[in-house]
């Protein structure tokens, strides 16, 4: 089936460690993106690729990091320096163009023990 | 800077009722519109969008959208609620150049419950 795998669906951190998320899309999409989802609150951006080996910071980049190296895959680490990453985590991808659908994964949930 | 607001965090409606879900937006160019859906515990899924074209835009589960410019509005609506519509709603907006990337400014979300 085509679509957004995300794993772990749930992943318990301790303090000090850092954590990566996986994100594996085989829509053929150029974009791909992170948000952050906290309770009773809409999304914000973490990071977003355009295409392999570039990435942006998006609004609330601090104590986060990404890589692409390949088209299909952008895992994100939640550093130590993430304070309160305790959170809902969603990966999107899209094609390239304006008008374009961003198409979510099923999300992960982080949580600081 | 491109925002967009919802203002009703819940809307509560009888089964079989009209739902609307309100969208307002804020964009220095020409908008592009979309709503989602999340249920408990899941990534969102895709509604419709509005790109160009007619104002009234039809998408997934019986669900329409109506864009006004004049309003700078973007609500969305369906005509005979179900019980299975209960879930969390998001409108977001991209109108960024293409330079600064194709992502989605969300707005806060509104909680929609449908009673039998």
């Known amino acids: 089936d085509g679509g957004i795998t995300q794993s772990p669906k749930y992943l318990f951190r301790k303090e000090g460690q850092n954590v990566t998320l996986s994100c594996e899309q085989n829509?053929?999409?150029?974009?791909m993106y992170w948000y952050r989802q906290d309770p009773g609150q809409g999304l914000r951006l973490i990071y977003y690729?355009?295409?392999?080996?570039?990435?942006q910071k998006g609004d609330i980049a601090e104590g986060y990091s990404v890589s692409r190296e390949k088209k299909e895959s952008f895992p994100l680490t939640v550093t130590s320096a993430q304070k309160n990453p305790t959170a809902f985590y969603l990966c999107?991808?899209?094609?390239?163009?304006?008008?374009?659908?961003?198409?979510f994964g099923e999300g992960s949930w982080l949580t600081v023990v | 800077a491109q925002s967009v607001a919802q203002p009703e965090d819940q809307v509560n409606v009888a089964e079989g009722n009209p739902l609307t879900v309100k969208c307002t937006y804020s964009v220095s160019g020409n908008p592009y519109l979309f709503w989602y859906v999340q249920y408990p515990n899941r990534g969102l899924q895709f509604l419709l969008k509005?790109?160009?074209?007619?104002?009234l835009v039809k998408g997934s589960y019986g669900f329409e959208a109506e864009f006004n410019k004049s309003q700078t509005s973007f609500h969305l609506k369906k005509p005979s609620a179900l019980v299975s519509d209960s879930a969390l709603y998001f409108c977001a907006v991209r109108d960024l150049p293409k330079a600064a990337g194709n992502k989605l400014t969300f707005g806060g979300g509104t909680r929609v419950l449908v009673k039998p």
């Open positions: 509005y790109i160009t074209g007619d104002n």
């Open positions: 690729s355009q295409i392999v080996n570039d990435f």
């Open positions: 999107a991808s899209s094609d390239a163009g304006r008008g374009n659908t961003i198409y």
């Open positions: 829509l053929n999409h150029d974009a």
